[in-house]
């Protein structure tokens, strides 16, 4: 979480101005982290937690991640969008997800339970 705090503080969010930081720990103990990134043209936003996963393939670790942690500001906590949850899903559709806020509030999920029945690589023939 303290990976995910500091994340957040580098969060570039000014149109919303809302800051969200995460991290991936993976299961060789490596954490990697991310933060939201907005853009003058909305729709090129990446989340927190899509920064984080791919910060995490690009050092190599494509699998068995264990865990990842979003942090925001206040007391409501902010679960992972349907495009993170997928992006996610490629790479540990086993992994557990922790939600948390700069308050103290914290919850236990699971990515299974976020998103059930999902399509995977294993659904795609290899080419
Ligand atoms: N955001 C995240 O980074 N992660 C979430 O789980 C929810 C939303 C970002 C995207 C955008 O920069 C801002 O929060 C408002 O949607």
Same mark, same amino acid.
């Given at each position: 979480?303290?990976?995910?705090?500091?994340?957040?503080?580098?969060?570039?969010?000014?149109?919303?101005?809302?800051?969200?930081?995460?991290?991936?720990?993976?299961?060789?103990?490596?954490?990697?982290?991310?933060?939201? *990134?907005?853009? +003058?043209?909305?729709?090129?936003?990446?989340? /927190?937690?899509?920064? %984080?996963?791919?910060?995490?393939? !690009?050092? @190599?670790?494509?699998?068995?991640?264990?865990?990842?942690?979003?942090?925001?500001?206040?007391?409501?906590?902010?679960?992972?969008?349907?495009?993170?949850?997928?992006?996610?899903?490629?790479?540990?559709?086993?992994?557990? *997800?922790?939600? +948390?806020?700069?308050?103290?509030?914290?919850? /236990?999920?699971?990515? %299974?339970?976020?998103?059930?029945? !999902?399509? @995977?690589?294993?659904?795609?023939?290899?080419?």
């Amino acid at each position: 979480m303290r990976v995910a705090a500091l994340a957040r503080e580098r969060a570039y969010a000014p149109y919303s101005g809302y800051k969200v930081g995460a991290a991936i720990r993976t299961k060789r103990n490596k954490i990697h982290g991310g933060a939201n *990134v907005e853009n +003058a043209s909305y729709g090129m936003t990446v989340c /927190a937690e899509r920064c %984080a996963a791919f910060a995490a393939v !690009a050092a @190599g670790e494509t699998k068995d991640w264990d865990a990842v942690a979003v942090i925001v500001a206040g007391d409501d906590l902010a679960s992972p969008c349907g495009a993170c949850r997928q992006v996610l899903y490629e790479f540990s559709p086993g992994m557990r *997800v922790i939600l +948390a806020t700069t308050t103290g509030k914290r919850k /236990a999920t699971t990515l %299974a339970e976020l998103l059930p029945d !999902a399509f @995977g690589p294993d659904r795609l023939p290899r080419v």
